[in-house]
């Protein structure tokens, strides 16, 4: 079987993921170009004899690369040089769009010309004559709707013949005192136009030529060329598209003319966010008590049978149950979350609201030297970190992206949230003032971070706000769902990788050297007792409490359970009698409960999903009220709602921004939650002292 | 008359793109060339929406003051 590499190049927002989207359909693939940030999408198609690969470039106007993005499409295009090039042209702007053509030609590789959005340049009175710019530069012109996905699989036989017959596009002709001098400078015979004109243009050997044009045209070499490639981009779209004045309203217009609106767009702006929070934590929990419960009711006794009947030994049944199925089944329960917040987050993106908002709150973020672009993902660390630091995606200078990632993790999200319900509860009378404190803390922390950083490491000025706002498009519920299903067997594929190790690791810490009954014979109970005195001045030299973080750097709320373990606090686990049949019909029934659930919060005005569940860890309560101060059980929760201790966020900055800043970051938050908890506890203890 | 300086509403001609930053060769690329009608749709904050042929693009004002218009 042959292998066809294809790009899909075109400008920002023609549609180019849509189109990979439609081809590629669920063989699609998320992950980063080596050595940057910049998200990498690719797919394949089986098709005849031949797997198409398809390779999907960040949107750059021009082959002048300025931003890290546009340097991976530039450094793509022409040192990996792929075997063919989707050029994706949005045919409503399709002047603009045909420069980058001009430059895609000159590279002179096999070309494939896509014509997105036919149907809405229709609508502005656009009409293209497809065969005369066929003509024109020799390369086959095909219409698509990248929406609906209309004309995209008729893209694919093209491909194979075009790749087969090797055909080129017609080389370019500029006009003729350049092609003369382009002519000279050409050695081998075999040159493409791209590499000539940078030939001419950098090497010294050509000084000559460059003063000879220079006489004739008045100009630089490089002012020449450009102006050229306007000029014929200007040219070709003059020659094929024909323009009727339309009378219709824009409907973008229409729309923007609200959501933009200098008063009301803020306040509609804070509404959509109110509702995607809404939806994501309230349409999701119910499927995530559900596996939950599946885990604990279904998967683990059905697994410890199975043990049990192929008789392996009494290690390996602990590995699995509290390893694999305790730590990584765990983090199996925030899926559902991290699936519908992706929903939500293509959607915005898809519809084209996202650019929006970086646009209307600008004016506020720059004023704290930041792009208005970074209150997105900042917004949604509230809701789970981890998404949002995939999320800074959306940011084009690592500057910036590396600002918001140090700034995301200081935003409390529900893990922590759990943890300061229980906690508030057994000190403080009005624990909603402590835990609203508490968020603000961490607002303030990520704001003291960002000014920090920008002082010192990050200290470039604010980029240029240059973006394009794209219509307003409905992207069709397939698209959407195929965007979720991307992301999430990215998250199945951590979660199977370096979560199952990470809890392994941490159950070992829990239970060597073999043989030990109790946590504080095991190592980890060695390190807590170890570390112990690290947290003293912060009033928790109880080794108890700093042995319980060890296991809590998978997730924050796992602190609970771990000091009921640790704390011996009985738990009542009685032993049913499990029926594996009877067990999946249960499940089966409350899982159809858990989708009734979620479509009634769905239309319920109120948030429920922050409602405090009273737990069964009352027994803990009381040991906890004896055995700490207040003025320490606040410095406790400052010091879980700064450091982050969860594994999913520092694996997701390990990915996004490197290894050093990932580690490096977590010793900085580790530092910053230890000073703000000697404070809290000096501060409080000074109120409480009386 | 500075881009920066008209009213939102207007249309207006491209009349030179001055400065040297790397920045400029973007904004030609996405359509913001000399000789080309471009109309002022808001400014908001340190920035300008613009509607140039069927796109719509913002810039920031300090780019818009390099800019040329009639």
Known sequence: MKTIRVALAGNPNVGKTSLLNHLAGTNLKVGNWPGVTVEKKEGKVKFWDYEIHLIDLPGIYTLEPLSEDEWVAYNYLTTEKPDLILNVIETPNMERDLLLTVELLELEIPMILVLNMVDEAQKLGIEVREERLSDLLGVRVLKTNARTGEGVKALLPHIVEVFNSKEKPKALRYSKELEEVLQKAMETGQETKAKLIRKLSTEDRFKEYRESLKRIYAKDVYEIVKDERYATAHGIYKEVVIRRSLTARDITDSIDKLLLHPWFGIPIFLLVMFLVFKISFDFSSPFMDWIDGFIKDFLSPLTLQALDAIGVGEIIKRVVAEAIIGGVGFVFTFLPLIAVIYFMLSLLEFSGYLPRIAFLMDRFMHRLGLHGKSLVPLLLGFGCNVPAIVATKTLETKRDKLLVIAMIPFMSCPARLVVFSFFAVIFFKNPATVIFSLYLLGILTALLTAFVLRKTLFRGSLYHFVMELPPYRLPTLRLLLRVVWVYVKDFLYRAGTLIFAASVVIWLLLNLPPGVKNPSESIAGYIGKTISPIFAPLGLDDWRMSTSLIPAFLAREIVLSSMATIYAVESQEDKKEFNALKALKEQGISLLLAFKEAFINLFNPVPTAFEVEEGSVDGLKGIIAKSLSPASGLAFMVFLLLYTSCLGTVAVMWREAGKRFALLFLAYSFAVGWFFGLLAYRIGSLIWST | ?70
């Open chain 2, 1 to 70: 008359m500075k881009l920066e300086e008209i009213k939102p509403g207007q249309e207006v001609m491209i009349l030179n793109l001055s400065g040297k930053e790397d920045i400029l060769e973007k904004i030609k690329a996405m359509g913001l060339r000399k000789g080309r009608k471009i109309a002022l749709i808001q400014k908001v904050g340190r920035n300008l929406l613009l509607k140039v042929d069927n796109s719509r693009i913002v810039i920031s004002r300090e780019i818009a003051k390099n800019i040329e218009v009639q």
